[in-house]
């Protein structure tokens, strides 16, 4: 069954200026290695309501043993104690299964695209 992972940030005061580029460049090289991710949409929040957490990914997996595939690749692994421990001041995550009947990728990729849209509007 289709399984979902979402995570969110806050970023800690202190973390470097070019946090987001590093993340957002480093999460783009988790996708080109490890080949049980489905899709992989992320970005940063736009700022139209207080109290947001910065940085959110969806990470789309056929099933719940690929995403597990993802958690403990090292890779991965290495990816969160360069780029996310010691960097965050909040972190939330969850996991769930998605319908079988509809493609996440698809739905995930389409709103992505509208919320895009919707902040080059108000650029």
């Known amino acids: 069954m289709p399984f979902r992972h979402v995570v ?17 460049a480093g999460l783009e090289d988790l996708r080109s290695v490890i080949p049980e991710i489905r899709s992989y949409v992320h970005g940063s929040d736009v700022g139209v309501s207080e109290g947001n957490f910065d940085y ?23 990816f969160i104690e360069e780029h996310i421990k010691g960097k965050v001041k909040n972190r939330g995550a969850v996991q769930y299964q998605t319908p079988v009947d509809r493609d996440p990728h698809d739905y995930s990729h389409a709103r992505m695209q509208e919320l895009l849209a919707q902040v080059d509007e108000l650029g």
């Open 8 to 24: 969110m940030f806050q970023w800690a005061d202190d973390a470097p200026e070019d946090q987001v580029e590093r993340v957002r």
């Open 56 to 78: 959110v990914l969806v990470a789309d997996f056929d099933n719940v043993n690929d995403w597990r595939v993802y958690r403990d690749h090292p890779v991965h692994v290495l």
